[in-house]
């Protein structure tokens, strides 16, 4: 590769990419094209990865910004009892393309999908990442079949807090949304969200901007060609309860998640792009 700020590496037996650049370093490993690490010059990581996950492409990658495609959640219909979160997560992926210059990276992913089950989702994918002082997550989706196709998704992006407990979400004050762990009851949110018990929540709403404060930082997370944005933390029991998911990693985790679940649809021959852009903002 022939790069001024890409390199490629092998680390725990995965192959990576990691970009070290004057305004930020990533890392994006080739099992799921999965972005692990970003962390602006200067600042902390925006993301939290689990220490108790391996990443040898043994299992998904737990942290980072996993990408579920082409279904959000259990698999039902036709797929059922395939994976949770379908397949985009489990695949290695291919650099396709990339572009650098002193100002930004980006670069261009696809996933290797066996060619009998590309042909039987009647989709394709790519996904683009744009890095600077912030980065910008692109997935573009396109129905190459013959008939519509039904598409759920989502940027399961696990963000890096210093402790939970000081942690809210701002943006969703009067969203309804729907609780997954009350029998999918639908709620209307009262002020910023906060977590201090298990959370697994689908905000049905398509606004463009949420932001993460913790401590003396704060994260705005900006979405495009979304419905939904999931906000997910396990909490204490269920993180022990999850081998690769650190005892109290829950403390220094929450996802907010830009994501399609509303009964999204490709018409044959057209595209979709969901993005979400992460900027670092300091208080």
């Avoid at 092998?10 to 690490?37: C, M, W």
């Avoid at 495609?69 to 396709?96: C, D, I, M, T």
Wanted: aromatic share 8%; proline share 5%; net charge negative.
């Amino acid at each position: 590769m022939n790069s001024q700020y890409i390199t490629k590496a092998t680390i725990d037996d995965g192959v990576s990419y990691q970009i070290n650049h004057p305004k930020f370093s990533a890392r994006i490993t080739e099992l799921g094209g999965q972005l692990i690490s970003f962390t602006p010059q200067g600042k902390a990581d925006v993301l939290w990865l689990s220490d108790s996950c391996p990443l040898d492409g043994s299992k998904p990658i737990r942290g980072g910004a996993p990408i579920c495609w082409p279904w959000f959640g259990p698999a039902s219909g036709l797929y059922a009892g395939e994976p949770q979160h379908g397949y985009a997560r489990s695949v290695n992926w291919k650099l396709e393309h990339f572009e650098e210059s002193e100002h930004a990276v980006e670069l261009v992913l696809s996933p290797q999908l066996p060619k009998t089950l590309a042909d039987s989702l009647g989709l394709s994918l790519k996904m683009r990442y744009v890095f600077t002082d912030n980065v910008e997550i692109e997935l573009i989706t396109k129905n190459t079949s013959t008939t519509p196709q039904k598409l759920s998704q989502a940027i399961h992006t696990y963000f890096a807090v210093d402790n939970i407990d000081d942690s809210q979400i701002i943006g969703l004050d009067e969203i309804s949304y729907i609780d997954k762990l009350s029998h999918d009851r639908k709620t209307k949110q009262n002020g910023p969200v906060i977590i201090n018990k298990h959370t697994d929540r689908i905000y049905l709403t398509a606004q463009d901007k949420v932001s993460l404060l913790n401590s003396n930082r704060k994260l705005d997370i900006v979405g495009e060609g979304h419905d939904s944005v999931v906000i997910w933390n396990p909490w204490q029991q269920n993180a022990k309860n999850m081998t690769d998911f650190d005892d109290l990693g829950y403390k220094k985790m929450v996802c907010v998640e830009m994501a399609n679940t509303q009964g999204l649809v490709l018409e044959v021959n057209s595209c979709h792009s969901l993005k979400q852009k992460i900027t670092l903002v300091s208080l």
